[in-house]
């Protein structure tokens, strides 16, 4: 069996300006944030970002590298708005495809199941039809003719997420209490790369939770990378909670130019070692698991 | 029973939205409803389904404060909601950033979708939740920027939405919105906004005059109901003792 351990960067040297990528978690709670990172530091731009949106948006906004951003809500749990997300739609500075948050969770099953579409009944009278005038309409053939919305497939370029446990092989496992929709991210994407809190021995995820918290298994993985604390600064129990103070000091970087700059300079100019380097001299982090 | 917040109040007619609907997921957003979630399954709908908020079902029904212990009964994780969502074994009570008199309602952007004045939080699930099953509204603080002539971008779908629509039609149901000052429905002629009832000390002109929307306003519309004293003493005592629905609703 092949060995698939590879770091962040190899990862992201996969990508290209102008792909549409799928970020995995929800909120700010487990994002693959070390991935989200690694993109900033490698500037690829021009990208369609699909996402149960949180800072790892808000951080692609911010870095000018969204240029599209397919959604249903963009939060940052404690914080209920991300304030680099809205500067990003209030200044025009990005396309949004908004959609309801079912809708987006259809869209990744019928580009993992290869179909074009999904029927479903969310969006029907709602402006969300209004807002993408893409999206389409589709008969029933059965008796009763009912016409739904057909939910396109989004089809992904690339895939990240970040689990607690992974083995070389790739296999993931989320010992959470959500799984949220990661699988289904890596099911809809051509590339598929999962970051984990650590990796282990292949055969040994039973001995780290139950068997069924084995969410992602190696069939739809390309590459795995060990990141401790590779969500940081959102949520990944058990293994460490969300980074609240720091999670403030993003968001008040969104206040003026000046800000960010000083915020981008000390936490995303800089290599993983400087960025915890750097969280460490934070007054009043927890500075994930480290 | 004088000393009765208008929190107290708020709560029960949340709690009321609830009544009748049996063994469904009820799913609660702000302090104040997710108390009356909780205050349903303690008297009159004992077979109401919670969440913890997180991940998974509540056996129990703790304090909204967190501080007591979730005893869980079985996992819901995120996805697993859609499932019950389509299966239309739920009652959302949402919150609002803007209401219309069709109960379409908002929770996007204020503004042009397409550079927004003010971005929200988005769409979240309401256009789904809005079709599929019942949904009621929670406005803490009802006035005239909220209850509007028209939103700007429909999330949740309201009823004069569905005579071009009829699959949305099948199973939307907008039943009530509970806000600080009375109770309000759809039975207007056309499935207008009604004013159903009125909370204690609030009177029709204040309502009119926090409503920037059309609205039924009978003659005799009656007072909202009190809690009991029984209902009191678990509001206090054991579902919020730490007083957060004060945080939400004043007075």
Known sequence: MSDKRATVEEMVAELRPGMTVGLGGWGSRRKPMAAVRAIVRAGIGDLTVVSYGGPDVGLLCAAGLARKVVFGFVTLDSIALDPHFRAARQQGRIEAMEIDEGMLYLGLLAAAQRVPFLPTRAGLGSDVMRVNPQLRTVVSPYEDAEELVAMPALVLDAAFVHVNRADHHGNGQVLGPDPFFDDLFLGAAKRRFVTAESVVEPGSLGDEGPLQSVVVTRLSTDAVAEVPGGAHFTACPPDYGRDEEFQRSYATAAADERSWADFAARFLDVDEAGYWKAVSQVPGTAGGRR | ?251
């Open chain 2, 1 to 251: 029973m004088s000393d009765v917040s208008r929190a107290e109040v708020c709560v029960v007619a949340c709690a009321e939205a609830f009544r009748g609907d049996g063994e469904i997921l009820a799913s609660p957003f702000g302090t104040v409803p997710s108390i009356g979630a909780r205050l349903a399954r303690l008297t009159f709908e004992p077979d109401l389904v919670l969440t913890d908020g997180e991940a998974a079902l509540m056996a129990n029904t703790p304090s909204i404060s967190g501080s007591e212990p979730v005893v869980r009964e079985a996992p819901m994780p995120y996805r697993r909601v859609f499932d019950v969502v389509w299966s239309g074994r739920r009652h959302v009570m949402m919150m609002a950033s803007q209401l219309d008199a069709f109960g379409n309602q908002n929770l996007s952007c204020i503004g042009d979708w397409h550079q927004p004045t003010v971005q929200l939080v988005g769409v979240r699930g309401a256009p789904g939740n809005s079709v599929n099953h019942t949904t009621s509204y929670w406005v803490p603080a009802h006035g005239p920027r909220v209850f509007v002539d028209g939103v700007d971008m429909v999330c949740g779908v309201g009823y004069d939405r569905l005579s071009s629509v009829p699959a949305a039609a099948r199973y939307h149901d907008v039943r009530v919105v509970v806000t600080n000052l009375g109770v309000f429905d759809f039975a207007a002629p056309g499935h207008r906004l009604r004013l159903r009832s009125l909370h204690r000390g609030v009177t029709r002109r204040d309502v009119q005059e926090a409503t920037g929307c059309a609205l039924a306003v009978a003659d005799d519309t009656p007072e909202t109901r009190l809690p009991s004293p029984e209902e009191l003493e678990i509001i206090r005592e054991v579902l919020d003792p730490e007083s957060l629905r004060d945080k939400e609703v004043r007075g």
